[in-house]
């Protein structure tokens, strides 16, 4: 009897719950891989037309029927080509054997020897800008300057950025643990709403943030303030330690968290 009662809990009751649990957790990761890419309007578009077709399929609206049954398919094929970069992107994430772990350990002792040279940086104020490529891979970015494939120190970030160096006016770009150029150059913002006072150096740090998951951190030459891109947005002038730890946490899970953007901003250098 307590053996059947069991199966029966277990049947009626425990499976259900995993049954609910599971799809939940799918459902919400899949919603983290589509927020980092523009294959959430894909989404958007697709519920759309299957809304509009439920009204017209409940409203008896033949004509309406008619007409989604014959664009339908155009439509989803066109998606598909417009947005065929974000779904590459999302079926390989899905292929990641990082796809189903809660978070990534992120390299907090690059995180740390970066600030350690970012800070230096700040007090000197010596423009930089350094990128952490995440999930969207940087090569076309990365071609555009100087290849390294080099550890990651505090001397080369240094170096890099020091004020007469060749290099010093683009981008540092680390990816996969280690710095993998240095000089190359970022797309910038078309935003029609960026305060005129932020100059190239945040544009592109911007630019980039739009259009990649990339975290870009930027040193102000004219303040020394430290700001931080990601997400489509640009964080001016935080502490050092609130960079630090944001790097930390994004890296690690690889999802947009929001962080408060400051309302006041300084003039930096164009």
Same mark, same amino acid.
């Given at each position: 009897?307590?053996?059947?009662?069991?199966?029966?809990?277990?049947?009626?009751?425990?499976?259900?719950?995993? #049954?609910?649990?599971?799809?939940?957790? %799918?459902?919400?990761? /899949? +919603?983290?891989?589509?927020?980092?890419?523009?294959?959430?309007?894909?989404?958007?578009?697709?519920? %759309?037309?299957?809304?509009? +077709?439920?009204?017209?399929?409940?409203?008896?609206?033949?004509?309406?029927?008619?007409?989604?049954?014959?664009?339908?398919?155009?439509?989803?094929?066109?998606?598909?080509?417009?947005?065929?970069?974000?779904?590459?992107?999302?079926?390989?994430?899905?292929?990641?054997?990082?796809?189903? &772990?809660?978070?990534?350990?992120?390299?907090?002792?690059?995180?740390?020897?970066?600030? $350690?040279?970012? #800070?230096?940086?700040?007090?000197?104020?010596?423009?930089?800008?350094?990128?952490? $490529?995440?999930?969207?891979?940087?090569?076309?970015?990365?071609?555009?300057?100087?290849?390294?494939?080099?550890?990651?120190?505090?001397?080369?970030?240094?170096?890099?950025?020091?004020?007469?160096?060749?290099?010093?006016? /683009?981008?540092?770009?680390?990816?996969?643990?280690?710095?993998? $150029?240095? /000089?190359?150059?970022?797309?910038? &913002?078309?935003?029609?709403?960026?305060?005129?006072?932020?100059?190239?150096?945040?544009?592109?740090?911007?630019?980039?943030?739009?259009?990649?998951?990339?975290?870009?951190?930027?040193? &102000?030459?004219?303040? /020394?303030?430290? &700001?931080?891109?990601?997400?489509?947005?640009? +964080? +001016?002038?935080?502490?050092?330690?609130?960079?630090?730890?944001?790097?930390?946490?994004?890296?690690? $899970?690889?999802?947009?968290?929001?962080?408060?953007?400051?309302?006041?901003?300084?003039?930096?250098?164009?």
């Amino acid at each position: 009897m307590n053996a059947l009662l069991d199966i029966w809990v277990v049947r009626e009751i425990v499976l259900p719950v995993l #049954d609910v649990l599971l799809l939940g957790f %799918l459902i919400y990761r /899949g +919603y983290q891989i589509l927020a980092q890419t523009r294959a959430v309007q894909l989404v958007r578009g697709a519920l %759309l037309l299957g809304g509009l +077709y439920a009204v017209a399929f409940l409203l008896n609206l033949t004509t309406v029927r008619w007409i989604i049954d014959l664009l339908a398919p155009t439509f989803v094929i066109g998606l598909a080509i417009i947005f065929q970069p974000e779904l590459r992107k999302i079926f390989t994430r899905i292929g990641q054997a990082s796809w189903l &772990s809660s978070s990534q350990k992120a390299q907090a002792h690059i995180v740390d020897t970066v600030m $350690s040279a970012v #800070d230096e940086l700040a007090r000197s104020r010596t423009g930089a800008l350094i990128v952490f $490529s995440r999930s969207v891979g940087q090569k076309n970015v990365i071609e555009t300057g100087t290849q390294l494939d080099a550890e990651v120190s505090r001397e080369l970030i240094l170096s890099i950025f020091e004020n007469g160096s060749a290099l010093h006016d /683009g981008a540092m770009i680390i990816e996969g643990g280690r710095a993998a $150029s240095a /000089g190359s150059f970022l797309p910038l &913002s078309d935003q029609l709403d960026i305060r005129r006072s932020f100059g190239t150096r945040h544009r592109a740090a911007l630019g980039l943030a739009e259009e990649t998951d990339a975290l870009v951190v930027v040193v &102000s030459e004219e303040t /020394g303030a430290i &700001s931080l891109a990601n997400d489509a947005n640009l +964080y +001016y002038d935080l502490g050092r330690d609130e960079v630090r730890l944001r790097l930390i946490e994004l890296l690690e $899970s690889e999802t947009s968290t929001d962080i408060r953007r400051v309302e006041e901003i300084a003039e930096v250098e164009d």
